[in-house]
């Protein structure tokens, strides 16, 4: 079946700093990537969709200044934690999917922010 | 009320029992719908799309009922490998996959 690629796949930051997490597609044109986040013992929830070459739309309540998203390419999609928080700390998973597939997702990454 | 609901669990069930998994959904315009496996710390896969009518494969069974906006996954001879989460997803408005937060499910020797 078609690969996703994320990573790091663990990351470890300082409060204050900035993450970037990234999320490929390896044998296939995804034109949908999406970014969920899941806290222990919690669902997915969905923080963004993003479409190639155009602004990721972000759901409701997920601040877009703080989890820049950037969708270069139809391979490439990224995630960039700013300012990173204890509270920002989560798995983090990217899926990718064509308008015909179902979605494939990434290992995921999960982030602790100290 | 949330988008797509799902009795948590857990499920503790011995080796070759059969459980049944329930799921609602909000939405009544939902068009396609989805059973994932998640294990523990890792991401989701799919196990199974649900059709209309109703598909199985091997050992799984997906229902789906429109009228009362209800999706069941059947597990029969359960084995201990089945041991993870099983999430509920309902596609929605923009291609998004809208997620329930799962039924933990145990298989025991």
């Known amino acids: 079946g078609a690969v996703v690629s994320q990573h790091p796949s663990r990351v470890i930051c300082k409060s204050g700093t900035s993450v970037k997490i990234e999320c490929r597609s390896l044998?296939?044109?995804?034109?949908?990537m999406f970014w969920y986040r899941q806290f222990p013992k919690q669902s997915l929830m969905l923080m963004a969709t993003?479409?190639?070459?155009?602004?990721?739309?972000?759901e409701q309540g997920v601040e877009k200044d703080k989890f820049l998203i950037n969708h270069a390419s139809l391979t490439l999609s990224t995630l960039t934690v700013t300012s990173a928080h204890p509270e920002d700390s989560s798995f983090y998973i990217c899926s990718a999917r064509t308008r015909e597939t179902e979605a494939f997702f990434g290992q995921g990454t999960r982030l602790t922010v100290v | 009320r949330k988008e797509v609901e799902q009795d948590p669990g857990p499920f503790n069930v011995p080796e070759g029992a059969t459980v049944a998994f329930n799921c609602t959904y909000s939405?009544?315009?939902?068009?396609?719908f989805f059973w994932y496996r998640q294990d523990c710390r890792k991401e989701p896969k799919l196990l199974m799309s649900v059709y209309s009518s109703g598909n199985e494969d091997g050992r799984f069974t997906a229902q789906l009922n429109r009228a009362s906006q209800y999706i069941s996954l059947l597990i029969r001879d359960s084995k201990l490998s089945d041991s993870a989460t099983y999430l509920c997803?309902?596609?929605?408005?923009?291609?998004?996959?809208?997620f329930g937060a799962g039924t933990r499910l145990a298989v025991h020797p």
């Open positions: 993003s479409n190639e070459g155009s602004k990721a739309t972000y």
């Open positions: 997803v309902v596609l929605g408005g923009y291609n998004k996959l809208i």
């Open positions: 939405n009544s315009a939902s068009q396609s």
């Open positions: 044998d296939f044109q995804a034109t949908t």
